[in-house]
């Protein structure tokens, strides 16, 4: 892939995200059977606002973006897959600016050096009780990565080509917190179950990228 391909293709999904989106139905493809109506869906009082961002970068003459696996700890989220993003501040000027401040504090990228591109559907995740606001951006080298280990296991590098491929996306099974082992809707990535919020995101995404096939082609 050339470094024009790369820029073709940052430009035909910017303008794909500024078409109406694919939303809540390519969503909800990827819901998990343990998500139960939750009278919280239904109000707005007392959620908590975040933010995650999909980076996009070029990589030994391909395209990736970064997924990370959350450590261990007291929480709904733990140890899970998501993209890099967190809670918004006081001292956010705005959705957008939590996405890059926490991709800079999760991941060590430059928040100065990524361009953002557009954002997909915000969503609510109750176990957590957070709404989401993800956001799409790119950074126009292969950056370095430091990621910030009270926060983040591992960080994973994930290739767009795995990501397209109809067979990462599939069904497999997990022990939930609960306590149950239940099937999941997920893309299955580096041996890893990326389920739940995440995959809701990233299925929007993959129809995105799948309706700007002019771009998609420099990836082939």
């Known amino acids: 892939m050339s470094k024009l391909s790369f820029e073709k293709f940052i430009t035909g999904i910017g303008q794909e995200l500024s078409k109406p989106l694919p939303g809540t139905r390519a969503q909800w493809e990827m819901v998990p059977s343990t998500r139960t109506t939750d009278a919280r869906m239904d109000s707005k009082e007392g959620r908590r606002l975040s933010a ?32 890099p993003g967190g809670q918004f501040e006081d001292s956010d000027q705005d959705f957008a600016a939590t996405a890059l ?14 361009k953002l591109l557009g954002r ?5 995740i109750p176990p957590s009780n957070f709404d989401v606001y993800p956001f799409v951006g790119y950074v126009t080298d292969n950056p370095v990565f430091h990621i910030d ?3 983040i296991d591992h960080l994973m590098e994930i290739e767009l080509d795995d990501f397209m491929n109809p067979a990462c996306k599939t069904e497999k099974q997990i ?12 893309f299955y990535l580096h041996d890893e179950v990326v389920w739940g919020a995440t995959a809701m995101i990233l299925n929007e995404l993959r129809e995105v990228l799948l309706n700007m096939e002019s771009a998609y082609t ?3």
């Open 101 to 114: 401040r926490e991709t800079q504090e999760e991941i060590g990228i430059d928040s100065k050096n990524i």
């Open 175 to 186: 022990h939930h917190r609960t306590g149950i082992d239940v099937s999941v809707p997920c």
């Open 120 to 124: 997909l559907t915000s969503m609510y």
């Open 52 to 83: 995650v961002m999909v980076l996009f970068y070029p990589k030994r003459d391909s395209i990736y973006f970064a997924l990370v696996k959350r450590v261990v700890y007291n929480g709904v989220h733990s140890g899970q897959i998501s993209l």
């Open 149 to 151: 280990p009270v926060e």
């Open 218 to 220: 420099f990836l082939q």
